[in-house]
């Protein structure tokens, strides 16, 4: 059962455009969301993340806005930038048992085209 | 470079063989994580450890097993391999039992099983 779920495997948009990444979640239990970013043959890296008291959080041109109701939350990347084509993952953080856990998606590929 | 090293970073071997993949957290990290990405596939969760003890189990099956020593460095054991082992695991720390904020991950170590 996938707790975090991207739905959609790739996405492509056109430099300057803004992109939109999606995410679901189903535990009410996570408290923190995080997107991480990752290219190829090398780890995740952190990207940005919010809290589940907030509704949006803001780090230069990436907009993380999370709907607590819906179980949804979304990256926004604007402009986009070629430099930005990477695999992104939701993440969401939560308490299980006596460790936090993070708990990833599958993943979408973002294709930044020039 | 992340500061969390992983070796080695590919390993071809043969199904029903043993391998030892090594992790060596961020300077000052007591959590070590494995993580599990099959093609097309999520993160997935293994185990975690901290400051030398389990402390969370994920989807990790009977024939993998890991340790973390006293110098912090881990190992991940996977035994009796399959096909389907085939995969990248990487490793993750952070200086806590669970980061709110994420993990600091590795680049990976390509494992293939033929």
């Known amino acids: 059962d996938q707790q975090v779920k991207q739905n959609s495997p790739s996405l492509s948009v056109q430099e300057g455009r803004i992109s939109i990444l999606n995410c679901d979640y189903t535990?009410?239990?996570?408290?923190?969301f995080l997107w991480y970013k990752k290219y190829p043959a090398e780890g995740p890296t952190f990207l940005i993340s919010i809290s589940s008291i907030k509704d949006k959080n803001e780090d230069g041109r990436f907009t993380v806005f999370l709907n607590k109701s819906a179980k949804h939350l979304s990256l926004h990347i604007v402009p986009s930038q070629p430099g930005d084509s990477a695999v992104y993952f939701c993440?969401?953080?939560?308490?299980?048992?006596?460790?936090?856990?993070?708990?990833f998606g599958s993943g979408t590929q973002l294709t930044v085209l020039p | 470079d992340s500061g969390v090293t992983q070796t080695p970073k590919h390993l071809i071997t043969a199904t029903g063989q043993r391998v030892t993949l090594r992790c060596s957290p961020r300077s000052g990290d007591l959590s070590v994580y494995w993580y599990q990405q099959s093609l097309d596939q999520g993160l997935q969760f293994l185990i975690q450890?901290?400051?030398?003890?389990?402390?969370a189990k994920g989807n990790i099956l009977e024939r993998f097993s890991a340790q973390q020593f006293p110098d912090l460095h881990s190992e991940l054991n996977l035994s009796s391999l399959e096909l389907g082992d085939s995969a990248l695991y990487f490793c993750?720390?952070?200086f806590g039992q669970g980061a709110v904020y994420g993990y600091t991950f590795g680049s990976g170590t390509r494992l293939t099983v033929v």
């Open positions: 535990n009410s239990m996570f408290d923190y």
């Open positions: 993440a969401a953080s939560g308490v299980s048992g006596s460790a936090r856990q993070l708990t």
């Open positions: 993750a720390s952070s």
């Open positions: 450890y901290y400051n030398g003890e389990e402390r």
